[in-house]
């Protein structure tokens, strides 16, 4: 009897198998699936439950990282990876270029500050010893600055407040500021012209034989320095007004109004530049002395030389500027407007 059940029993598996497999083949799955609600059925599961039941530490420990990673061609990951453009789209090349820049420029910027300092020490020392009064004072060109002279203080009568310099955008730059550009010109010159010259001695003897020795190569030599720096003073002034020296201490050449000059005036002012420094340098001298700190050559060429540091705005160190603000405090305004009444 009982043998007969279990016959029955592999009887009835047989043909459930058959038609099971009967119907998988025949059924399309994707009709099932069309009839088969997934949200529905997701609805009915509990994640939360599914992820609790799932041991994160046991499946990880079953993971060997040092296998996987060993199966990782990181030579051909990388390959296919543009670094140049990840870098140029983190911004990181503009990042550093500005930063280098601002340095740059703060550390330009504090050493023009020392020069415009000495400068102002120096011109209160002259304007003692010369005993000038505020009305002969002159900060820069009319259409670059402001008149010096303020506002009449009420204390003191007809007297003038004069108007604190704590930025000299504009105005006359001093003694020691165009020294400075001069100096720098100067070891440019001569050693532009030493290179030049080393460099064309070294082509004449590699393709000649001779040298730059004798008599009349040294007279050569000194119309070749003259000419090349009138050229280099010249030219620099013609395009942008400053040579590299005045444009590392900030100055820049105007007209004595303060526009733009001539190409014609540049030239006359370089030419006349001898000029200045015959006689002792007496001519130079005037940049410390005269008023509106000009030169020989620049009273020729109807010209002068003023603070321009660019987009930045020329200043004195701050503790000058404090000291000044001290020693010389401006009128109130309302003070001002009662004086006037």
Not at 189 to 214: E, M, N, P, R
């Amino acid at each position: 009897m009982t043998e007969g059940r279990q016959n029955s029993k592999r009887l009835l598996g047989r043909v459930a198998g058959a038609v099971t497999e009967k119907v998988v083949v025949t059924v399309d799955p994707d009709i099932v699936l069309e009839h088969v609600d997934l949200n529905a059925l997701l609805s009915r599961v509990d994640l939360d439950a599914v992820l609790a039941r799932v041991d994160i530490d046991a499946l990880l420990a079953r993971v060997d990282l040092n296998t996987l990673l060993a199966d990782v061609d990181m030579d051909a990951l990388l390959k296919d990876v543009d670094v140049e453009a990840l870098v140029r789209r983190s911004g990181i090349p503009d990042i550093v270029a500005e930063s280098t820049y601002s340095m740059a420029g703060s550390a330009l910027d504090l050493a023009r500050r020392q020069l415009v300092g000495l400068d102002v020490v120096v011109d209160r020392v002259v304007d003692r010893l010369m005993r000038r009064s505020e009305d002969e004072l002159r900060e820069g060109p009319p259409s670059l600055v402001a008149d010096r002279r303020g506002t009449p203080d009420p204390s003191n009568g007809s007297a003038r407040v004069r108007r604190m310099r704590r930025s000299v955008s504009g105005h006359y730059a001093g003694a020691i500021s165009r020294a400075a550009a001069a100096a720098i010109d100067g070891l440019l010159i001569g050693g532009l012209y030493t290179l030049g010259v080393a460099g064309f001695s070294f082509l004449l003897d590699l393709f000649t034989s001779k040298s730059l020795t004798d008599d009349r190569s040294s007279l050569l030599g000194i119309a070749a320095f003259a000419i090349w720096a009138f050229s280099y003073v010249f030219i620099s002034l013609a395009i942008t007004g400053r040579t590299m020296g005045k444009g590392l201490t900030g100055l820049r050449v105007v007209r004595a109004d303060g526009t733009a000059p001539e190409v014609r005036t540049m030239f006359v002012r370089t030419l006349m530049f001898p000029l200045s420094v015959v006689f002792f340098g007496i001519g130079l001298l005037l940049i410390v002395v005269q008023r509106e700190h000009r030169s020989f050559h620049d009273l020729i060429a109807k010209t002068c030389v003023v603070y321009d540091w660019g987009d930045r705005s020329a200043e004195m160190p701050g503790p000058l500027s404090d000291f000044l603000n001290r020693a010389q405090p401006e009128a109130h305004p309302s003070e001002a407007s009662r004086s006037r009444s």
